[in-house]
């Protein structure tokens, strides 16, 4: 089950983001604009589009959420892998998005005091060099 709904959250969220959803979209909109004078611009006629709208909105919002969730467990996976091979990276690094907001600011400081050194180190470098 979880893999039939895995290639059909992919296939609706390709096709919801295609050119031609959109201008289908569109076209429905249009289309149901002109027709609110032949019915006055009644409550059912604009009960019909927000039906239809706060449906397809529901449904579209889990079916991209699943896509957005296996595709950053994905990136994850290769971030760790690349991590992993490289002998000088922090192994430590893997599973960020598990730790705190207050581990990830404080990550976030650290690597920023090291590019200030990086960026200092630099300076220092071409000023010697001139």
């Known amino acids: 089950m979880r893999e039939g709904f895995r290639r059909f959250a992919h296939a609706t969220a390709d096709a919801v983001g295609s050119p031609w959803v959109f201008i289908a979209a569109i076209v429905s909109v249009v289309a149901w604009a002109v027709t609110g004078p032949f019915f006055g611009f009644s409550d059912s006629w604009q009960l019909v ?23 950053a467990k994905a990136i994850h996976l290769k971030l760790d892998e690349l991590i992993r091979a490289v002998a000088e990276a922090r192994t430590g690094l ?10 990830l600011d404080k990550l976030h400081h650290e690597f920023q005091e090291l590019r200030k050194r990086k960026a200092a180190g630099e300076e220092a470098a071409s000023t010697s060099a001139n």
């Not at 927000?50 to 991209?64: A, K, M, Y």
């Not at 893997?94 to 581990?103: C, F, G, M, Q």
């Open 94 to 103: 893997v599973d960020l998005e598990e730790l705190s907001e207050e581990e």
């Open 49 to 71: 589009i927000n039906t239809g709208t706060t449906i397809l909105t529901f449904l579209t919002v889990f079916l991209i959420q699943n896509t957005q969730n296996r595709d």
